[in-house]
């Protein structure tokens, strides 16, 4: 029974570049939530979304940041253009039915940015 | 939306001795806090969390207090022991969103 996977799990990019998460969850759910923590800081909640639907987004930046989470295949995370303050740690969670209490995370994809 | 505030940022305890991490919030509606210890470059674990109709829960050495009228809930730790070192991570959900504190680097000192 797979847990909550994520990939890669260390990514680097130069300034410009577009950086992409790739977030598969736990077998049987179909949430998933996207975070990120900057170094020395606490986890904040960026999108929170379904199969094929985004159902809140008001942490996500207005500019570069995307998610999709498709009918097949893994969440992504993408980010355009990146640059140095886009450099943290990206973790996902998923969740059978969208509670609070069932979320389980991933291990984290860390993004570094040069 | 919610707002959660930690404290303190930095603790360091002698080995056998508790440990107290204190969390506010803002949004009476919130009714779910979990506590979540991340070790150095490792997911968050779920150490223990307690719903809004509960005042108190214990597991082992762990126990989580909340006060819904203050507004606040904390974590006790008991007996520490080196491998309790990590940061720790309250949290509080409104409407199934998690919003986390700024975390506490908890230190057990041998």
């Known amino acids: 029974n797979a847990g909550v996977m994520q990939n890669p799990r260390h990514l680097v990019r130069r300034r410009g570049q577009e950086a992409r998460l790739r977030c598969s969850p736990m077998?049987?759910?179909?949430?998933v939530y996207w975070y990120r923590q900057l170094p020395e800081e606490g986890l904040k909640f960026m999108v929170y979304?379904?199969?094929?639907?985004?159902?809140?987004e008001s942490g996500m930046p207005k500019e570069r940041f995307s998610a999709e989470f498709p009918k097949e295949g893994p969440s992504i995370l993408r980010i355009q253009q990146v640059v140095r303050g886009d450099s943290a740690a990206y973790f996902c969670?998923?969740?059978?039915?969208?509670?609070?209490?069932?979320?389980?995370f991933g291990p984290g994809t860390r993004l570094t940015v040069t | 939306g919610e707002n959660v505030e930690q404290h303190p940022s930095t603790l360091s305890v002698q080995e056998g001795d508790s440990a107290v991490i204190k969390c506010t919030y803002s949004?009476?509606?919130?009714?779910?806090f979990p506590w979540y210890k991340q070790e150095l470059g490792k997911r968050p674990q779920l150490i223990i969390d307690?719903?809004?109709?509960?005042g108190e829960k214990k597991d082992q050495r762990i126990a989580v207090t909340l006060n819904k009228t203050a507004k606040h809930f904390s974590l006790h730790i008991t007996e520490t022991q080196p491998e309790d070192s990590a940061v720790y991570f309250c949290?509080?959900?409104?409407?199934?969103?998690?919003?986390f504190g700024t975390g506490t680097r908890l230190t057990i000192i041998p």
């Open positions: 077998k049987g759910h179909s949430h």
């Open positions: 307690i719903r809004s109709n509960v």
């Open positions: 969670a998923s969740s059978p039915m969208g509670l609070a209490y069932e979320q389980y």
């Open positions: 949004d009476s509606a919130s009714n779910y």
């Open positions: 949290a509080a959900s409104l409407n199934e969103k998690l919003t």
């Open positions: 979304l379904q199969k094929e639907n985004i159902i809140d």
